[in-house]
């Protein structure tokens, strides 16, 4: 049996090596070098859905970009989106049906459905948005 | 066309202001009051609308003989002695026609207003030292309540009102306290007006009422609190200490919150040691079990919300992303803030099914910065292996190359 040479062990390092750069190197510096997914950008507008989703009287709370948004559909069959965070401490707000309002179950603050704070703690109104129905479809859109 | 026209509405009630004689006349008094009484209404909103000295004062302001521009036969009126300043200002402000002129939407009840507050109540009794209308909103240098330099504007309310009432010498004959400016000062509404500048926060005249002013009493008291503190309210009226705090007449909120040193709540307040629960229920008592159980949960929820945005903070300063675990977070913060509110129906399983949902909310939000500190962790051991490797590769490679050298 031939003997184990220096020359044996270069090379067998090299291949092993080469190998192992595959395997460890390009991975890892990729993943450290790619910068981690950035926070979604804040669109124009968003589709949130067919208007046979939502059923009068009821409401959804969908992500505009990175934020919360409330898109109702009043006891009327009207559509409203509005800015889902209270004005108040931050909490996410809720459709009510019977009071056709909309308010914070936090500190009990009401807005109607303009956005407007009406009772309770929150010191300024909630953002409204446009809501587009066209097509089967409603859209959300950021107003100018 | 359009600025010329405002620049002339803006000029007219200046230049007619100017030409009355009575301005001119005091202004060039040798009374410092008198011309300071000229000054101080130039920027009077009356004023502004075109209202001169003779429109609450009467007399002629056409007339340069002192007789004749204040002749009480053409209707001079002088200065009101103060037991008549209220039916003074009302012959305007409690007139809906004429006011409508002005300002459609002011009101017009300030003067019926006054007569029931204390103030309208003490002067109709013959005390002469009560605040009337020009105590609160000046004599001559009237704004409106919007305008940030009013003496009624809501931040230099608590000034104005504490100008009577946190002079001792002042409130000594009616025998009540002057520590209340001090107190509203250091109070959370206080602190939330005047130095974090928050016009929503309430002042004086939000609890007491502006022109009625009265102290609250046991029974509205829970409806002024309750005006913002909706839930709060509303958890007491159906928690089993509404009955036996009406009965025996306490005030609903100021009980244990006090009434102008309000400070923000915390789980102190329902210490076994040294909490409000104590001023009636015995620290052995299953009151103040109930008292310890809410504590905790309370402070189970608060230390897992605080201990979601160390890690999230954490994460995020090593740049990763926490969208999702800053929403999870959010969820244990709304589930703390109504866990709080909940309080108010003094029944610990209500206020434990909510803070346990932000408990869980927390946890999964500091699970969530924590896996990704860890991923983080893992990239960098990554990075060092992979230049470990590109080193000892390198190695490698030279001594190869001086392996090849020297057999050639
Ligand atoms: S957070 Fe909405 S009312 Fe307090």
Known sequence: MRDFTRKDFLNLFLGGGALGL???????VLRYLLPPEQV????????????????????????????????????????????????HLDCIVQYSKDADLVWCACHGGKYDLSGKNISGPPPRPLTQLDVR???????????? | MKRLLMALLIAWPAAAFAQSQCVKCHAASDDAKQKAIVKSFASDIHREKGLSCHSCHGGDPAKSDMGEAMNPEAGFTGVPSRADIPKFCGKCHSQPSFMKKYNPSLPVDQ???YSTSV??????????????????????AIRPAKDPVSSVYA????????RCHADAKLMAPYKIPTDQLAKYTRSVHGKALLEKGDSAAPVCNTCHGNHGAVPPGVADISQVC?????????FFKSSPMAEPWAKRKFHLCATCHTAHDIQHPTTQLLSSENGVCLKCHRPESKQLQVATGIKSELELVESSYAGAEK??????????????????WGAARMSMYQARTTVHTFRAQDVAKIADQGIASARKAAQAALDAVTDFRNRRVGLGVATLFISLLVLALYLKMRDIESGS
């Open chain 2, 311 to 328: 890690a999230i903070l954490a994460a995020e300063e090593k740049g990763m992303d926490m969208a999702e675990a800053r929403d999870l």
């Open chain 2, 155 to 162: 931040k230099n309310i608590p000034q104005t009102c504490g």
């Open chain 2, 119 to 140: 103030h309208g109540q003490k002067r109709k009794a013959g005390d002469d030292k009560v605040a009337v209308c020009s105590d609160c909103h000046t004599a001559h």
């Open chain 1, 133 to 144: 129905v066209a097509g089967g479809d409603v859209t959300v859109v950021k107003t100018a």
């Open chain 2, 111 to 113: 003067e019926l207003k």
């Open chain 2, 226 to 234: 309750g005006m913002c503190h909706v839930n709060n309210a509303e």
């Open chain 1, 22 to 28: 595959v395997a460890s190197t390009v991975y890892p």
């Open chain 1, 40 to 87: 979604e950008a804040e669109p124009d507008a968003l589709k949130v859905g067919a208007v046979k989703d939502f059923a009068v009287g009821t409401s959804k709370i969908v992500k505009f970009g990175p934020k919360p948004i409330i898109v109702i559909r009043d006891v009327k069959g009207n559509f409203h989106a509005l800015t889902a965070t209270c004005t």
